[in-house]
């Protein structure tokens, strides 16, 4: 059992910047691949940004430059400093972490975060 709480969210001006949390607790050994989502009103749910096990990043090119994720192991938290932020921005942001189901990560179960409301005014 995994638990996911994620917080951070607010409204802030366009051109500032929030930073996201996500701590997962419950009964696993290590994380696999986690990331964060966001869906707008009327849209689908997209991927951000993902950090895997061997450190490497990706994000969806209309954050690049803009958004940074990272985590702390020790803490099994996970983080998205945004910066920059535009009124495109606006939407809830979802944590999604990856737990083994056996051995290795090659076969996972996902959790997911309540979702934080990020609103970016003009």
């Known amino acids: 059992q995994v638990q996911v709480v994620e917080s951070g969210g607010g409204s802030v001006q366009a051109g500032g910047s929030l930073k996201l949390s996500c701590a997962a607790s419950?009964?696993?050994?290590?994380?696999?691949?986690m990331g964060w989502y966001r869906q707008a009103p009327g849209k689908e749910r997209e991927l951000v940004s993902t950090v895997k096990r061997d450190g490497t990043t990706s994000y969806v090119d209309s954050v690049k430059g803009r958004f940074t994720i990272s985590q702390n192991n020790a803490k099994n938290t996970l983080y998205l400093q945004m910066n920059s932020l535009k009124t495109e921005d606006t939407a809830v942001y979802y944590c999604?972490?990856?737990?083994?189901?056996?051995?290795?990560?090659?076969?996972?179960?996902?959790?997911w975060g309540q979702g934080t409301q990020v609103t970016v005014s003009s």
């Open positions: 419950g009964n696993f050994i290590s994380l696999c691949e």
């Open positions: 999604a972490v990856h737990t083994p189901v056996s051995w290795s990560c090659l076969a996972r179960k996902k959790y």
